[in-house]
């Protein structure tokens, strides 16, 4: 005959039952409560940045390269969304999340500022690094232009289809601004191209001349080279 189990057993059971589910209990308020205190902020990231220099596409590449990645980074456990706009002083990016994570971005925010201007410099080195290549890539086909129209330049670059293999006109008709027209090949020291974005910018641009030499000139230079004036 099978024993019954004592009572002072089953009542140890049943208050040992109880106080889990009490504990329990209080545990799942105490998260509850805790998520109701952080409620969910707006915060607005601020970047001074002059970007009346800068294209459209260069800022949207510096936001979406640079600074969002590099947000996310600090905040790798959460999954926000960050939307931006920028006007003539600067970048302000923003996003919804709770006090701590508002609190871990603004921390890391003071880090990215300090690196932001080094970014950009970097950046704006790369594309004049590009755009020599590419005028340098314009000159040969130039050359190749000269040799066979007995050494007399194009009065426009869209007489260069024919010699381009690499698909660099489209790139040169939205960048380069051409001066070569009525101009003899052997003209070496003149200029005949000069990149007309990096221009935009105020700092110099790239200049090719006729003789196949590619350099970065500053606005004295430029003056002097006629291409830009200097005199209100």
Known sequence: ????????????????????????????????????????????????????????????????????????????????DFTWQYNETGIQVFTVTDAQTINNLKKSNTVIKLQLPAYVKIKELAQRQESARKL????????????????TLPNSLDRLRKYDADDLLAWVS???????????????????????????????????????AERFARPAELERLGIISLNP
Request: proline share 3%; net charge neutral.
């Open 174 to 212: 939205e960048n380069v601004a051409y001066l070569g027209k009525d101009i003899s090949s052997s003209d070496l020291s003149l200029p005949i191209a000069y990149d007309k974005r990096l221009l935009e910018k105020g700092i110099g641009t790239n200049v090719l001349f006729n003789d196949g």
């Open 1 to 80: 005959m099978k024993q019954a189990t004592p009572f002072y057993k089953q009542t140890f059971f049943i208050a040992f039952v109880s106080i889990f589910i009490l504990i329990l209990l209080i545990v799942v308020i105490t998260f509850l409560t805790s998520r109701r205190n952080k409620p969910e902020q707006s915060v607005t990231l601020s970047y001074e940045i002059d970007t009346r220099t800068m294209s459209k596409k260069e800022v949207e590449d510096l936001v979406n390269e640079y600074l969002i990645p590099t947000l996310k980074k600090q905040v790798s456990d959460r999954e926000l």
């Open 136 to 151: 340098q890539q314009l000159a040969l086909m130039l050359r190749k232009y000269a040799q066979d129209n007995k050494e």
